[in-house]
DNA sequence: TTGGATATTATTGTTCAACAATAACGGTGG
DNA sequence: CCACCGTTATTGTTGAACAATAATATCCAA
């Protein structure tokens, strides 16, 4: 059976419905690598390829997040669309598709005419999103219902924080952190509360980037969710909840510290 | 005093200060119209001369947004790059750099290779927002400094739906109900709650706009507001909270049987 | 007619080259 | 030290071109 298309006001098309299923067959095109970087080049293509439907542009996006987290790049740089196109082997314009959604998220800072910054974090974004995570995962987690299935998540996170621990890659303890409390949040059970709170950590994690001694900034934690987990899942929510928020207002203040020592305005 | 660049890893630059302050003299270009749609190409052109400094690609954006609260878009309806490139008298590369915003606050859906679809909000969509209203609108309320600036936003948003009632401007209450709760979210102080809590209005407003009988959708609220405000600025911040709560439940119910009704499955 | 495979077409994805516009830089002269 | 011009590198934007793909139309056989 078909449908019919309708067009309406000039500019645009309204889809009514749509025919029959279609042939997927695919065949990798042939793709030249040319000078420096070909591994990271070659890996964007390869991506793509494997990725479903994804536009190369949220690669690109995906890869320069990946670059951001890894700290490889740093608050307050400046990143050039010629320079590192070239590195990605991409397009300027492809590169400013990626820009307009890492910008959206607050990963970058988009100043017209004068370039595209990794955003540093300023002291008063550090408290807004302290306040925020104190909004959101107290009450997300008082009012959860046990059984939920991101409690699972949470105990995992913390094995693996623990785990993280013993190796000493703190690097890899503040990960699993960020997933215990990603995973209460989860708790809420709503989709866009979730890709906020991504948000807010990815944010965070760009001022962890500037501070000298991670182990202070994560080992401490490992500790205090698994009381938090403890408490909750012994049935307290109020009391998990009222020991999260004691816990979050202190590493607030521990991250103040070290930003004012450490990732300061002189980045 | 000047300071020096350096240079970091490849594809990016570092920078550490800057100069002195520069001139700002500038000509504004002349831009030919071609044919069709001249006025909004020529609109297009001159806010961005006039706005300080935003980038063509973020005009574009706007306008776009101002098309889809407008109704002009409808959920569902397809943006052709090329057709509405050219209606906005844009190419096609600035259009799809505005789209990536556009998707990413929500108020469009890329299917890749498919193009670009303003987001018809699923049911699950309703129920997700009005649960995030019901969890972040209460708290703020209740948590609230009675002498917060933001008051004074909210009493004038109930004042204007009054007046836009009187005229019978449905859109108009609907708008100015929308400023009283984002004054509601205000409270919080929070720059990134604000911005969060816009998307869902904007992402709400998709779900009104197939809606076919405004009036029942808004007139009614009016009073609500009121009532809400008051019992707030009596000082009985628990009770408006209670009421706020009440309210959204019941609107939620509202909206849910009006897309079952009107802008359901088959748009 | 039905169903499935193949060709066609319109659109999106991406690159490239070119130019305009601008901010930063360097110098000059007071 | 400061204000005033050129220079220059970068971003902003366009248009054309081609590749890749989804949707459509066509065809062929059962």
Redesign the interface.
């Given at each position: 059976m078909y449908w019919t298309l309708v067009a309406?006001?000039?500019?645009?098309?309204?889809?009514i419905g749509r025919g029959r299923a279609c042939r997927m067959g695919v065949e990798p095109g042939t793709w030249s690598a040319r000078e420096?970087?070909e591994r990271e080049r070659q890996d964007m293509k390869r991506q793509s390829e494997e990725g479903a439907?994804?536009?190369l542009?949220e690669t690109v996006g995906d890869e320069i997040r990946r670059l951001l987290v890894d700290g490889?790049?740093?608050p307050?740089?400046?990143?050039?669309e010629s320079?590192?196109g070239?590195?990605?082997g991409v397009s300027r314009?492809t590169l400013?598709?990626?820009f307009?959604?890492l910008?959206?998220?607050g990963l970058v800072t988009?100043r017209?005419?004068r370039g595209v910054?990794v955003t540093t974090p300023s002291l008063a974004s550090l408290i807004?999103?302290y306040?925020?995570r104190r909004?959101i995962e107290c009450?997300a987690l008082r009012d959860a219902w046990p059984g939920h299935p991101a409690v699972r998540r949470m105990r995992e996170a913390v094995d693996q924080a623990r785990a993280s621990r013993e190796r000493e890659d703190w690097g890899a303890v503040g990960t699993h952190n960020m997933a215990f409390h990603a995973a209460i949040v989860a708790l809420?059970d709503?989709?866009?509360?979730d890709t906020?709170y991504r948000q807010?950590s990815a944010e965070l994690r760009l001022a962890f980037s500037g501070v000298a001694d991670p182990q202070w900034l994560h080992a401490p934690y490992v500790e205090m969710n698994q009381r938090v987990l403890t408490i909750f899942e012994a049935g307290d929510v109020d009391a998990a909840a009222t020991l999260l928020e004691q816990y979050l207002s202190q590493s607030e203040r521990t991250v103040l510290a070290a930003y004012a020592r450490d990732g300061g305005p002189d980045a």
């Open positions: 309406s006001s000039p500019g645009v098309t309204l889809e420096g970087h439907g994804k536009a542009g490889e790049l740093v307050g740089q400046r990143l050039s320079a590192l070239e590195r990605l314009n400013r598709e990626a307009r959604s910008a959206h998220e988009h017209p005419h910054f807004d999103i306040r925020l909004f009450r809420a709503s989709e866009r509360l906020f807010l």
